[in-house]
């Protein structure tokens, strides 16, 4: 059973940066693609981020393409999303994922493995 731990997350004014880190209890970490994804209140979860398992491919969210920045530490079984220029709809829940795939997945479904979340809140 893999474990994922998020943290990082905060209040920010609109126009600010945050980065959030997903740490994972398995060395075999490395050979897991990982995701971001989010939730805010009433809405549906929607993908953010992913990355393959090298980290040689990445995947984002036409809305938060150019600003976010998905990256990964095999050595340190840890995920990152640097997060620039947030707005207030970037206003969520972040929670990681890994699937036991080495090629990252857009579809929730396709993901074995959940952190609990961070809360991220971007002020207007």
């Known amino acids: 059973q893999v474990q994922l731990v998020e943290s990082g997350g905060g209040l920010v004014q609109a126009g600010g940066s945050l980065r959030l880190s997903c740490a994972a209890s398995?060395?075999?970490?490395?050979?897991?693609?990982m995701g971001w994804f989010r939730q805010a209140p009433g809405k549906e979860r929607e993908f953010v981020a992913a990355i393959s398992w090298s980290g040689g491919y990445t995947l984002y969210a036409d809305s938060v393409k150019g600003r976010f920045t998905i990256s990964r530490d095999n050595a340190k079984n840890t995920v990152y999303l640097q997060m620039n220029s947030l707005k207030p709809e970037d206003t969520a829940v972040y929670l990681c994922?890994?699937?036991?795939?080495?090629?990252?997945?857009?579809?929730?479904?396709?993901?074995?493995?959940w952190g609990q979340g961070t809360q991220v809140t971007v002020s207007s």
């Open positions: 398995e060395p075999i970490f490395s050979s897991y693609a």
């Open positions: 994922a890994a699937r036991d795939s080495g090629i990252g997945s857009r579809n929730n479904d396709d993901y074995r493995y």
